[in-house]
C-alpha cells in the first residue's frame, strides 16, 4: 500500500474506531445513567395526589425562579424514613441473604458441573454447553410457571416423594424460603456455570503434570492448582448470580410466601400498591448503591485478569 | 567399542559408562510400547541410560520422543514392557511418586506463585521444615543467576528468566532423572546457544543424569553424551554424537543427521569399491561387512568433498582418492561458510561446502565453472541399510 493511500485510508478508520469505543458508553448514558438520575430525582421527591404522583415537577416554564423552588423542594426525608422503619432495613437484608446463600449453593452445585463439562470429551464439550443454555430458549416465567407447578401441594414432586416413601405427609414447598432458593438456584445455574467453565477450560493441564511431578497427588492438585487458578471464574459467576438475585422479583413473588419480602417486592410495593414513587426510588437508590460494591470488585477482578493474560 | 570420541579422537569428556559392561544403567527400557489407538507412538523400545550421562532423544516431530520421555515421567501409561530405575519398575508408581523430575516445554510455571512458591512446591509436597525449604529453594534460585527474583511472579519475568525457574523447580527434588521437553525451544537462537553450555555445566556439576528431548540436532549434539535418534517410535541408532555423524548405521539415520550425498551401488569384487554408483565406482577406506554384488549406499559428507581445478590423481591405479567432474550450479555464502550445489555430466546433483577461512576463498570459484570434486576412500560412508 502506497503512503499516500495509508493516509488517506487512516482517519476513516479513527473514526469509525472512535464510534466503536464510544458506542458503549452512549447506550450506558442513554439507559443506565438518565433513568439513574430521573429515579434519584424521585426519590428527593415528595409525594403528592397528581399525575405524575410526586412534587416539585422540573419545569423551565417558571424561569430562575420556578427552577430554585424546584431545587428548593427536593429533600433527603424519604431515606429518612427508610432508616426509621425496620421494614426496609430487614427486606435489604433479606434479600442479601438469600443471594448469598444462593450464590454459595449456586458454587458448589455449578462447580462440579463446570469441572465435568472440561473433562468430558471435546466433541461433547460443546454439546454439553449447549444443554447448559437449552433452558434460556423457553421464557423465564415460564420456568418459573413450571416449578409452582412441580412444587404445588399435589405436583410431581410430592407424589414422587411419597411414591419413594421418603415422606408420610406431602410437604409445602410453595410460598417457602426454599421454593425461593429452588427459583433461584434453578433459573442461575448456567450464569454461573458458564463463566467457571470458561476459567477452568482455559486451564493448562501441564500444570496439573506439574504439580503430579513435583509430588503433589491429582487431590491435592485440584486445592493448589485448579482451585486458586479458577478464582476469577468463581468471582465472576458468583457477582452474575448474587447481583441479579438481590434484585430479583420474579421467583419470589411467584414462589415465595409473605414472609419472603425480598427487595424487588417492597419496591413493587410502594410504587404500585402504595402509589408512592418517592419512597420507592430511595429504596431502589440505595439498592444500587449496596451493589456498586460487589461490581467494583468485579471490575478490579476482571482487569487484574487482563493484565496478566 | 573404540569408537567413542570417532576418528579424530575428539572426545568430549572422558566418560563412556556404556562401554563398560560391568557398570549397571541407572535407567534400563526393555521392549516398551505405547499405542494411541492403533498407532504405536513408541514400539518394543529397549535402552539402557548409566548414572551421570547427558542423554538426547532426537527426531523429527512425531517420532514418539516425548511420548517416551511422557511414559517415565508418568503421565502416559505404557501398553507393554518395563521401566526400569535402579532395578525397579516404575511403571506401577503413580507420577507423583517417581523419583524423577521434568522440565516441560512450555515450562508449566504456576502462574498463582511467586518464582520462590513454584520452586518450593516440591519441597513442599515432601513435608520438609520451613527453613530447609527456604534453604534449598535459595541454593537453587542462587545456581540459576535468580537469587533477587524470588518475589517475582512468572508473567513478571523474560523468557529466559522463566526457563531457569523451570531449571530450578525440576531441580530442587534432587531428582534420580532429570527430564528435559524441548527445554529451549522458545529461546531465541543466541540465548539458546548459551543456555545450552550452562545446561551441560550445570549437569557436570551436580552429577545428575539428564534425558532431554529435543527436535534440533545441533542441540543434541552441544549437549548430549550420547544421542538415540528416533523415528516411528523406533531406535535408529544410540551413539556418541561424533559416531552418530561420522558412522551413521542407515541411510536414514545419514540423511536426518546434517547434510549428505547419498549414492546406490553394489559392492564391488574386491571388497572394498562399490560399483554401479552414479558417479561410477568408488573406493572406500575399509573392507565393507557385505558379500560382492550385494545392495549398498555411500554417503559422502559435503564438508569431505573438496574442490578443485584438476583430479587429485589422475592416473594412479590404486589411489586414495575418488575424482568427479561436475559444474557448479549454485553457492550459497552462509559467511562461516560456503554451500555449493553442483551437477555431473551425468546430471547428478551433489552438495558439497567449504569454511570460509582464506579472504579469497569464496570469490575462486564461479557458477558454471568447472570443478573437480574430491574425497578421501576414508570418507565413504558405506550403508548396507
Known amino acids: ?309 | 567399542m573404540q569408537t567413542v570420541g570417532s576418528k579424530q579422537g575428539v572426545a568430549r569428556r572422558d566418560f563412556a559408562p556404556w562401554t563398560d559392561h560391568t557398570l549397571a544403567p541407572l535407567l534400563r527400557i526393555e521392549g516398551l510400547t505405547k499405542r494411541f489407538g492403533a498407532y504405536p507412538a513408541v514400539d518394543n523400545l529397549s535402552l539402557a541410560i548409566y548414572p551421570g550421562e547427558f542423554f538426547a532423544l532426537l527426531g523429527p516431530s512425531g517420532c514418539g520422543k516425548t511420548t517416551l520421555l511422557r511414559l517415565i515421567a508418568g503421565f502416559e501409561r505404557a501398553s507393554a514392557g518395563r521401566i526400569l530405575l535402579d532395578g525397579v519398575d516404575l511403571l506401577p508408581v503413580p507420577p507423583h511418586r517417581r523419583p524423577v523430575n521434568m522440565m516441560f516445554q512450555s515450562y508449566a510455571l504456576f502462574p498463582h506463585l511467586t518464582v520462590a512458591g513454584n520452586v518450593a512446591f516440591g519441597l513442599k509436597q515432601e513435608g520438609l521444615p520451613k527453613a530447609q525449604i527456604a534453604k534449598r529453594v535459595g541454593e537453587m534460585l542462587a545456581l540459576v543467576h535468580l537469587e533477587n527474583f524470588g518475589s517475582r511472579k512468572p508473567h513478571e519475568l523474560s523468557g529466559g528468566q522463566r526457563q531457569r525457574v523451570a531449571l530450578a523447580r525440576s531441580l530442587v527434588k534432587r531428582p534420580r532423572i532429570l527430564l528435559l521437553d524441548e527445554p529451549m525451544a522458545a529461546l531465541d537462537k543466541k540465548l539458546r546457544g548459551e543456555t545450552q553450555f550452562e545446561l551441560m555445566e550445570l549437569q557436570r556439576r551436580l552429577g545428575l543424569t539428564f534425558i532431554i528431548v529435543t527436535h534440533d540436532q545441533s542441540e543434541a549434539m552441544t549437549v548430549a553424551d550420547r544421542i538415540a535418534v528416533m523415528d516411528r517410535g523406533h531406535l535408529m541408532q544410540v551413539a556418541p554424537p561424533a559416531e552418530i555423524y561420522e558412522q551413521p548405521n542407515s541411510r536414514w539415520v545419514a540423511d536426518f543427521i546434517g547434510s549428505v550425498n547419498l549414492f546406490e551401488g553394489r559392492v564391488g569384487l574386491d571388497g572394498s569399491s562399490v560399483e554401479g554408483t552414479a558417479l561410477g565406482r568408488l573406493r572406500v577406506g575399509a573392507k565393507i561387512a557385505a558379500e560382492p554384488g550385494a545392495p549398498v549406499w555411500v554417503a559422502v559428507r559435503p564438508e569431505q568433498l573438496r574442490m578443485g581445478p584438476n583430479p587429485a590423481e589422475p592416473d594412479a591405479q590404486w589411489a586414495l582418492e575418488n575424482d568427479v567432474a561436475a559444474t557448479l550450479a549454485d553457492v550459497a555464502y552462509l559467511g562461516d561458510l560456503s554451500i555449493y550445489r553442483l551437477r555431473t555430466a551425468a546430471g547428478v546433483p551433489l552438495q558439497a561446502s567449504r569454511a570460509n577461512v582464506g579472504p579469497f576463498a569464496p570469490r575462486t570459484i564461479a557458477s558454471n565453472d568447472k570443478v573437480w570434486l574430491n574425497f578421501p576412500r576414508a570418507a565413504a560412508i558405506v550403508l548396507t541399510q
Not at chain 1, 82 to 96: A, R
Not at chain 1, 146 to 162: E, K
Open chain 1, 1 to 309: 500500500m502506497s503512503d499516500a493511500h495509508k493516509s488517506m485510508a487512516k482517519p476513516r478508520r479513527s473514526f469509525v474506531a472512535k464510534l466503536v469505543v464510544r458506542l458503549p458508553y452512549a447506550w450506558l448514558v442513554a439507559f443506565f445513567l438518565v433513568p439513574f438520575l430521573i429515579v434519584l430525582k424521585i426519590s428527593l421527591s415528595q409525594t403528592a395526589i397528581a399525575q405524575p404522583p410526586y412534587t416539585p415537577i422540573f419545569d423551565l416554564a417558571g424561569g430562575w425562579h420556578g427552577i430554585a423552588s424546584f431545587f428548593a423542594g427536593l429533600s433527603l426525608d424519604n431515606y429518612a424514613f427508610l432508616g426509621s422503619d425496620p421494614l426496609y432495613f430487614l427486606s435489604y437484608l433479606k434479600s442479601l441473604e438469600i443471594a448469598a446463600l444462593s450464590t454459595v449453593m449456586l458454587l458448589v452445585i455449578g462447580y462440579p458441573i463446570a469441572y465435568a463439562m472440561t473433562r468430558a470429551p471435546r466433541r461433547m464439550q460443546a454439546v454439553l454447553v449447549l444443554l447448559v443454555i437449552l433452558p434460556f430458549w423457553t421464557s423465564f416465567l415460564i420456568r418459573i410457571y413450571a416449578w409452582m407447578n412441580i412444587l404445588q401441594h399435589d405436583g410431581p414432586l410430592n407424589r414422587l416423594l411419597l411414591a419413594l416413601d421418603l415422606v408420610r405427609e406431602p410437604p409445602v414447598w410453595l410460598s417457602t424460603n426454599t421454593a425461593v432458593y429452588i427459583g433461584i438456584v434453578y433459573s442461575y445455574l448456567p450464569f454461573m456455570v458458564l463463566p467457571l467453565y470458561a476459567t477452568l477450560e482455559k486451564l493448562d493441564e501441564s500444570l496439573l503434570e506439574a504439580a503430579a511431578d513435583l509430588g503433589c497427588p491429582r487431590w491435592k492438585a485440584f486445592w493448589l492448582v485448579t482451585m486458586p487458578l479458577s478464582a476469577p471464574g468463581v468471582i465472576a459467576g458468583a457477582l452474575l448470580c448474587f447481583i441479579p438475585a438481590v434484585g430479583e422479583f420474579v421467583i419470589p413473588d411467584l414462589l415465595g410466601g409473605s414472609r419472603t419480602a425480598m427487595i424487588g417486592q417492597t419496591i413493587w410495593t410502594e410504587f404500585f400498591a402504595n402509589k408512592d414513587w418517592p419512597t420507592a426510588s430511595a429504596v431502589a437508590v440505595v439498592l444500587v448503591c449496596l451493589l456498586v460494591t460487589p461490581i467494583v470488585i468485579f471490575q478490579h477482578q476482571t482487569m487484574r485478569g487482563i493484565e496478566r493474560d
